[in-house]
């Protein structure tokens, strides 16, 4: 009772404030109560998620390396770890500051919160740009290695793959330019108490988001969802097209020449389950993109949803829904590996064994 007095105080107190500063009149202060309710809410649950994802991928990197980085899907499955790794290791200074502001609200901050909050947030998301391009990738290589074998399998070689993955990084770097330049820290003083503190400054920022709006929060978040969710439709059909066969295949009692039964079988058992990895670890990424996508395509036809307009904290939070999603989709594939690759699952039963 106690906790929930002080909380709605909390509120209170945001609201008589923001209100103090701004008369309201072009409503800013909208959705300020509901902001700090669902910051208070994820609050509690972004520890357990990032501190997760953490034991979850480094798992996933020391049972890749130990397993023995044989061919093109694991170098793709390890780099997706290594780079979803990256983004909670980023994204955990902001994910502190936002915790800080929801639980408790210092007043004043001892240097510019936004200097926590926001300093690493955009390398974070070009390191969650990076397991977007590999996801895609994974899904793109099965999809031609399901549709045309022989060709595709001697295409996507081992060399090939950590070649290609490289020139993701650069990529998605190049993408991120503009706002990952859009930030400078400073020192700042304070007029009232004549003292200096650090501060995040920003320099050409409307017109730098506006285009990152444009290009990766519009045509490259569209490219990738449309191309995964057509490589999850193949694969899924060829799945279904594979169980048929290998029902028809038990089906017939009569003899059959083994090189008949495989291709009527379609694919083994190995790529069957690497396929239904594939399909998984897309399906993952495409559900948890979605609140991004439909608030990315709203943002460019509704510039009035924007952390410095009028919609502020509606727009704050929808982000921190979204972030969440992000947080949940860079921890979670461990369990994909661990139920769909029986290699993967005998090495890490191992080494559990033998601690």
């Not at 404030?17 to 994820?42: C, H, M, R």
Request: hydrophobic share 45%; charged share 15%.
């Amino acid at each position: 009772m106690r906790n929930s007095t002080m909380t709605s105080s909390r509120f209170i107190d945001a609201v008589s404030l923001a209100s103090t500063q701004s008369p309201n009149p072009d409503g800013k202060t909208l959705y300020i109560t509901e902001y700090f309710q669902t910051l208070e809410v994820l609050s509690y649950a972004w520890p357990a998620i990032v501190l997760f994802g953490f034991i979850a991928n480094i798992t996933n990197i020391v049972v890749f390396l130990k397993a023995g980085v044989k061919d093109n899907v694991t170098i793709l499955l390890i780099s997706l770890s290594c780079s979803d790794l990256s983004f909670l290791a980023l994204i955990s200074p902001s994910v502190c500051g936002y915790i800080i502001e929801g639980l408790v609200r210092p007043s004043p901050w001892p240097f510019h919160k936004y200097l926590l909050m926001h300093s690493l947030y955009w390398p974070a998301f070009t390191a969650y740009d990076l397991s977007a391009f590999i996801s895609v990738s994974l899904g793109v290589m099965r999809c031609a290695c399901v549709a045309m074998p022989l060709k595709f399998k001697l295409v996507f070689t081992k060399s090939r793959t950590i070649k290609w993955v490289f020139f993701l990084v650069v990529l998605v770097v190049l993408l991120r330019l503009p706002v990952l330049t859009i930030f400078r820290i400073t020192w700042r003083t304070d007029p009232t108490t004549n003292v200096s503190a650090l501060h995040l400054a920003n320099v050409n920022k409307a017109s730098m988001s506006r285009i990152n709006d444009i290009l990766n929060r519009g045509f490259v978040i569209w490219i990738n969802n449309v191309t995964m969710v057509t490589c999850v439709i193949v694969l899924s059909y060829n799945l279904y097209r594979a169980s048929k066969m290998r029902q028809s295949c038990a089906s017939f009692k009569g003899p059959q020449p083994s090189d008949q039964a495989s291709a009527a079988q379609g694919m083994s058992s190995k790529d069957l389950q690497v396929v239904k990895s594939v399909v998984l670890v897309c399906t993952i990424f495409i559900m948890s993109q979605l609140p991004f996508l439909l608030l990315s395509t709203t943002r460019l036809t509704n510039r009035n949803l924007d952390e410095s307009k009028g919609l502020h904290f509606l727009f704050v939070i929808l982000s921190q829904i979204n972030r969440t999603c992000a947080y949940i989709n860079a921890s979670i594939n461990i369990f994909v590996y661990y139920n769909y690759n029986s290699k993967y699952r005998c090495v890490l039963r191992s080494i559990l064994c033998d601690k």
